[in-house]
């Protein structure tokens, strides 16, 4: 067991190194046909990710648009053809789901739940409690205490029992802890006081006591100042017994920040304290425009997030924040940045994607996890 361990651990890591020397020298790859005439069988470029990931012992999920789903069929294809879980972009988050006070606009959800169940795919619920996307009426309300402590318990119920039994897990919380380590200074905090967190999760347990609830942020894939608080509010809530489940490591980052070496060994942290863990929303951004070695520094990130999460047996999935840049956040939000994704514009594969494949093929070639 210790041996095939190692070597396993290892292999996954090498491919990384292959990987880069495959992206980084175009002309020596061999055409998905060229090689598949050889090995028709085991070419991995051939295979989908969801195939792949499948056979490592993985969930591989995506973001979905759902106003792309509805009038894309290119998009909607690859939705079902490369992933076995999906992730509502926006449709679940208060704006989208509850716009006025008890009015539940379920479209847009539903649609995708129902979408999945067709294509054999789990759901991540996203997200209960943030401090963005938020109707005015719930933000701006001039409510007692107790009468928005009421108003969230009642969000969270209604929501958690209309998916019951289609929603695997939840983003419970979403970046509720800052850079510095602090509780985010949010109006639910100020509002509610810092028993909110705490108060949520036992809401969301008691409405679906099978989903599995997780704490979700950015900037804490590796060991620093935020992911460690997160781990002391973490470790800190299990002691109390409140049902927290899953800690989310976003995976929003940067080619020009570099990427953490720790990614692991944080992961590793998390599971010791009886959590799952999962990488929630890959993407990759590059200032624009792209030159080979951003591709390649890119190829290298979204394959290292992977190789930690398939090492890490309380890893239990991989999403990507969107896979194709024709609808990606990223360049509304960062200026001059963008080319974020797995695949173009025009959904062809780029490096990042070919490494995602491999790392893959090869951690099923190892065999499925645990
Ligand atoms: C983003 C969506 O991708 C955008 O379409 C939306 O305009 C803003 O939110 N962290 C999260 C996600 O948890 O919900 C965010 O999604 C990206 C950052």
Redesign the pocket.
């Known amino acids: 067991m210790k041996v095939s361990r190692v070597a396993a651990a290892g292999a996954l890591a090498a491919t990384v190194a292959v990987t880069l020397g495959l992206s980084a020298s175009a002309s020596a790859l061999p055409t998905t046909a060229a090689a598949a005439a050889h090995h028709p069988a085991q070419n991995p470029l051939d295979r989908s990710l969801r195939d792949l990931a499948a056979r490592a012992g993985l969930r591989i999920g995506t ?1 979905v648009d759902a106003n792309a789903l509805a009038t894309d069929a290119t998009y909607a294809r690859h939705v079902g053809d490369d992933f076995n879980m999906v992730t509502a ?2 449709a679940m ?1 208060w704006e989208s789901i509850e716009p006025q006070r008890g009015v539940y606009t379920w479209e847009q959800a539903d649609a995708l739940v129902d979408f999945a169940r067709t294509h054999g795919q789990l759901v991540r619920g ?2 209960l409690i ?1 401090h ?2 938020n109707p005015a009426w719930l933000t701006n309300g001039t409510f007692t205490t107790e009468e928005l402590r009421a108003i969230l318990k009642n969000h969270i119920f209604t929501v958690l029992r209309h998916f019951k039994g289609r929603i695997s897990a939840w983003d419970v919380a ?2 509720v802890i800052d850079d510095s380590g602090q509780l985010r200074n949010t109006f639910w905090l100020q509002r509610l006081g810092p028993g909110y967190i705490a108060d949520a999760f036992r809401w969301a347990h008691q409405a679906d006591p099978r989903t599995v609830l997780f704490i ?1 942020d ?1 900037n804490v894939e590796g060991i620093n100042a935020k992911s460690t608080a997160y781990y002391n509010l973490v470790r800190d809530l299990r002691r109390q017994r409140v049902p927290i489940h899953g800690f989310g490591i ?1 995976g ?1 980052l940067d080619v020009q920040y570099g990427f953490p070496g720790d990614v692991q060994a944080n992961i590793q942290r998390f599971a010791r304290l009886g959590m799952k863990t999962a990488l929630t ?1 890959v993407d990759v951004r590059i200032t624009l425009p792209v030159d080979a070695t951003e591709g390649t520094s890119q190829a290298f990130a979204y394959s290292s997030l992977l190789t930690a999460c398939l090492l890490e047996r309380s890893c239990i999935s991989y999403t990507v ?2 896979f194709t840049d024709k609808y990606s ?1 990223v360049p ?2 960062f200026t001059g940045q963008g080319a974020a994704n797995l695949l173009d514009e025009n959904f062809a594969p780029k490096p990042a994607y070919t490494a995602v494949q491999q790392t893959l093929a090869l951690a099923g070639a190892i065999g499925p996890r645990g």
């Open positions: 973001a972009e926006n988050k996203h997200t943030w963005n996307q979403n970046e979700n950015y976003q929003h929303e924040w969107g956040w509304g939000v």
